[in-house]
């Protein structure tokens, strides 16, 4: 017997219009490369959504297109978040940031029909343009007196292509499986892959985001995303937002400009921002050398890679209670999140970091697992490291023209699960480090260096070694306050923090460490640099 409730689709439209009713006035703010200020309420941007939807219509493409963007945070990206989704075709988002090479080959494999583009990276589409066949349509990401003279063929400003346009529009009904976001992963190995999300997939995650246990967003918020929507949507605020009624904050194209974002915080009275450990570091550094405070600022979210204790612990200083959100591009991107809970105060004070530096439990909807080289089930005891495996309805199952893969997806994460549920990410299969046949966890070690107030950054790497096959090598930016820093000191300052043999074998000082494209640290990158190094 089938259930007689009835059978509405979850799709990205019911969030336009949820919000369009309860948050009609609820403000979005983008900031422009200028540093000047656009102003629109959810309805304004709605009513802008609808002229971009007709527009859409206006420029032929076709129903399933591919619409492709390079863009900041900011208003327009929102709009082209729903209106492209919403008309049937399908988002996709392009990081701007990766080798032109990549993008390239991203625009080419998503056969991409239109592109809109900020004109800061209008050179460098002008560039490959012979090469990009399917692209018929090109929008700069301006009004029409800011178009750039370019030989992009038919280069429209996109306020010109929303003039002409009525701000209403006859949404369709769309099937909750159709297919509505695409973005890539970044290619540390191979080519780039593609991750399509659908309405369903959108919605379900937002909605399991918004519990209180979670993320928990409300109409009291004032979201700053500081992760671009150019990778995986800026973690679904787009959507997530304006589902709970809660204003969004743009930051446009300056995120690492710490002075101007701490600024912005003030000037929008943001409580809730989410960003990689690095962009966080640079707030904190920055509050700690102005004396700059951020009152408003109540919680964040610290992930895309793992974050060091003592930044949790500099910002609770500051009045921002860090949480540790897990994801990936195959997730769309959340997977599970770190709610720190009253009862957590009952625990020792050294369990009480360590507790907060855990991934966090699964998002409902999400389920997980730890598993052996042979794929056999691991205990969830805290202890057992394997590989992080995980089902749901939104991960991915497939990449985008590639054939389907097994039904639990496979991370590439290592991890530990305990027995409340609290999965804790250790390292990446491709960085552990094997040392003697043991797994040396480079994340905590790094953590504990961290610590040292030293040191501004540290990563280990593994590097070949003769006997052990590989010994953990721990590579420093050092704290310009403290020029006499040296190695030995920072090796003893492990002794009694982490197993003796996980000691890094060297310590070596660098100026700056390599970055990917999403501001992660690059450990790739690193190993490449000291694939000939020489232990001592
Ligand atoms: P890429 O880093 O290749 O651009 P993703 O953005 O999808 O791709 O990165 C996903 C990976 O980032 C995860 O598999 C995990 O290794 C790492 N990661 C994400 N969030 C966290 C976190 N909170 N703690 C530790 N590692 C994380």
Redesign the pocket.
């Known amino acids: 017997m089938k259930g007689l409730m009835m059978d509405v689709p979850l799709n990205i439209k019911t969030i336009m219009s949820h919000a369009a009713m309860v948050a009609a006035d609820t403000k979005l703010i983008s900031r422009r490369a200028d540093g000047s200020i656009s102003r629109l309420t959810y309805s304004d941007a709605f009513a802008r959504t609808a002229r971009l939807a007709n527009a859409l219509d206006h420029l032929e493409l076709s129903s399933e297109a591919r619409v492709g963007t390079l863009a900041w945070n900011d208003h327009r990206h929102f709009e082209l978040h729903y209106a492209i989704p919403c008309t049937g075709r399908i988002c996709h988002t392009v990081n701007p940031k990766l080798f032109p090479e990549q993008i390239k080959f991203i625009i080419n494999d998503a056969q991409d029909e239109a592109l809109f583009i900020d004109p800061q990276f209008i050179p460098m589409i002008e560039a490959m343009q012979d090469q990009l066949p399917s692209v018929k349509h090109w929008i700069a990401l301006c009004s029409a007196n800011e178009l750039p003279q370019s030989s992009l063929p038919d280069l429209q400003a996109y306020e010109n292509l929303l003039g002409c346009e009525q701000d209403s529009y006859d949404w369709p009904l769309l099937d909750e499986n159709r297919a509505s976001n695409l973005c890539y992963?970044?290619?540390?190995t191979g080519d780039p892959k593609g991750v399509l999300g659908s309405h369903r997939s959108i919605v379900l995650q937002c909605m399991s985001q918004n519990m209180a246990s979670q993320l928990g967003l409300t109409s009291e918020d004032v979201v700053m995303p500081l992760v671009p929507m150019f990778?995986?949507n800026a973690w679904c605020m787009p959507y997530s937002a304006p589902m709970a009624g809660a204003a969004l904050v743009l930051p446009g194209p300056h995120v690492s400009d710490a002075a101007a974002i701490t600024d912005l915080i003030n000037q929008e009275k943001v409580t809730f921002s989410l960003a990689v450990p690095t962009l966080w570091s640079g707030i904190n550094q920055f509050l700690n050398a102005s004396g700059t405070s951020i009152p408003s600022l109540e919680r964040g979210v610290?992930?895309?890679?793992?974050?060091a204790l003592q930044l949790y612990q500099d910002m609770d200083r500051h009045g921002v209670t860090l949480e540790?959100?897990?994801?990936?591009?195959?997730?769309s991107?959340i997977g599970?999140y770190n709610r720190y809970l009253p009862s957590h105060d009952q625990l020792p004070k050294e369990d009480q970091a360590e507790q907060r530096l855990k991934?966090g439990r699964p998002l409902f909807g999400i389920q997980m697992r730890i598993v052996d080289e042979d794929g056999n089930s691991l205990p969830h005891d805290g202890e057992t490291t394997g590989v992080?495996e995980i089902r749901g309805p939104w991960a991915c199952s497939a990449y985008y023209g590639k054939p389907r893969e097994h039904d639990w997806f496979n991370?590439?994460?290592v991890a530990t699960i305990d027995p409340s549920g609290y999965m804790r990410?250790t390292?990446?299969v491709k960085?552990v480090i094997k040392s003697g046949g043991e797994w040396i966890s480079s994340?905590e070690i790094e953590n504990v260096v961290m610590s040292h107030p030293g040191v501004r950054e540290a990563v280990v790497i593994g590097v070949a070694h003769q006997h052990w096959s590989e010994r953990p090598l721990l590579i420093v930016v050092p704290d310009d306050n403290y020029p006499t820093l040296t190695s030995d000191q920072l090796l003893s300052y492990l002794e009694g923090k982490v197993p003796k043999w996980w000691i890094p074998n060297a310590c070596e000082f660098v100026d700056t460490l390599p970055h990917?494209?999403?501001g992660?640290v690059s450990k790739k990158m690193l190993r490449e640099n000291f694939n000939h190094y020489q232990w001592a």
């Open positions: 992963t970044s290619g540390t990778h995986v610290i992930g895309g890679a793992a974050g540790n959100g897990w994801g990936m591009t195959e997730l991107p599970s991934s992080l991370t590439g994460d990410i390292d990446r960085d994340i990917t494209a999403t992660k």
